[in-house]
């Protein structure tokens, strides 16, 4: 950006700022409330929205809580969702048991 340029951006910018704090006099000897600044609201979550973790993941997971020496505990998590073994689980459910395998 040339110096004149940036010069120029810099008066706007001040000439911005001068418009606002007349504005901001105006309101204060009118006693006028302040203008509330729009805040936009956030997206609503929902279901498809959450990650699902991958079977990797999980598997990862899983195997930290196996060397912590909870494989029991991670043995009876994976029969909890119908399963023999973590690939027979379904997709569905990873949330699920990542979250049952957190709290292990």
């Known amino acids: ?5 940036l010069f120029l951006r810099v008066v706007e910018d001040v000439q911005a700022l001068a418009d606002s704090l007349e504005e901001l006099v105006v309101a204060m000897q009118t006693n006028e409330p302040e203008p509330q600044a729009e805040t936009p609201e956030p997206p ?15 598997r990862g997971l899983l195997a930290r809580k196996s060397q912590e020496g909870k494989s029991t505990e991670v043995k009876a998590l994976i029969e909890k969702y119908g399963a023999s073994r973590l690939s027979d689980v379904p997709t569905e459910n990873y949330a699920a048991l990542v979250a049952d395998a957190e709290g292990l």
Request: no cysteine.
């Open 44 to 58: 609503m979550e929902t279901k498809s929205e959450v990650k699902q973790p991958t079977l990797e993941e999980v």
């Open 1 to 5: 950006m040339s110096k004149m340029k």
